[in-house]
């Protein structure tokens, strides 16, 4: 019974190392080309809407009135009519995701500020403010540079995502085969 669990986790761990280095490869990656990636990452989202409106043409069928079927037929023609229209022009929807990062980020920031201002008795708030300050700056960064920085903002952060995402999985995957060993 014990050899056939340290088997399994075994075959467990292996797995997961091999996903952490293929995590950690793929990220250096993107942040080496990060063009490509941020294409690639722009397909993905056209992708994901055109499914999204093949899911609402179908629901449309499976709808009983009449008002709810056109909505369904509408949503799912302009879905996929966007998801078309972004991957024949990736490089403009790039440009848009930038754009839609460094809103995000900018709302983000104004929120941590306001947070951090209601948390003024709290310990530890400094880093509340240190974190708003960044990403305000992050967002500054991108906004004043875009749309130029379409070239780098999504692949650059996928890729930053994806190492350290990598890296986390590595070291909790050998701490697990530590444990499993003992």
Known sequence: ??????TRART??????VLSVLMIVAGVLA???????GIAVAALVAWLLLFSGVLHLAFAWRSHTAGVVVWEILL?????????????HPLLELASLTLVVAIYLGA?????FV?????RPAAG???LLFDAIVTLVLALMIWSTW?????????????????????????LTLAVRRLVAR
């Not at 799912?76 to 024949?88: P, Q, S, W």
């Open 1 to 6: 019974m014990a050899d056939a669990m340290s």
């Open 12 to 17: 467990a761990t292996t797995a997961s190392l």
């Open 31 to 37: 942040i080496g080309i990060p063009l490509v990636a």
């Open 76 to 88: 799912g023609v302009v879905y996929g009519a966007i998801a078309v229209y972004l991957l024949a």
């Open 108 to 112: 983000e920031a104004i929120l941590e």
């Open 115 to 119: 947070l951090w201002f209601q948390l």
């Open 125 to 127: 708030r400094g880093w």
């Open 147 to 171: 749309p130029s920085s379409a070239t780098w903002v999504i692949g650059t952060l996928v890729g930053i995502s994806m190492f350290f995402s990598g890296m986390s999985r590595l070291v």
